[in-house]
DNA sequence: TGCTTGACAGAAG
DNA sequence: CCTTCTGCCAAGC
């Protein structure tokens, strides 16, 4: 029995770092989703800080769409200024306080 | 081993 | 609406 009950295992953040890869590449393009949702998907509901961490540290990453990762504010990433850019370029709304128009682009996931 | 740092989330002021 | 604080938790030092 872990002392810490949600703790991950090297072995388990190894596969939560994956599952985020591959959810993030499933995004549409348009269409956005939150930190807290896939790690939601992901199985670790209480790891959004850590999808964050992924998404910028994993070489790789470059590769996936992870523009369409916003906070669940619809607020862009700090320190990123490519960002919202990149998602007004597919025809993301942005609304006149500088959020993404979440109830317009929220991604829908399939249940799987 | 202990403290600090975030591409977060939610609540408070 | 914006800033700050608290809870969160892996990583880095």
Redesign the pocket.
């Known amino acids: 029995m872990r002392h810490?009950p949600?703790?991950?295992t090297v072995e388990e953040?190894k596969a939560f770092q994956n599952d985020v890869l591959d959810i993030v590449g499933q995004i549409p393009r348009g269409k956005v989703t939150?930190?807290?949702m896939i790690a939601t998907l992901a199985g670790w509901p209480?790891?959004?800080?850590?999808?964050?961490?992924t998404?910028?540290y994993t070489p790789g990453?470059e590769k996936l769409p992870?523009h369409r990762?916003v906070?669940?504010?619809g607020r862009t990433?700090?320190?990123?200024s490519q960002h919202r850019p990149l998602l007004e370029q597919e025809g993301v709304i942005f609304k006149p306080?500088?959020h993404v128009d979440m109830l317009r682009h929220l991604w829908e996931p399939e249940i799987m």
């Open positions: 810490y949600d703790r991950m953040a939150t930190y807290g209480s790891h959004a800080r850590m999808v964050g961490r998404l910028r990453a992870c990762v906070n669940i504010a990433a700090p320190g990123w306080n500088g």
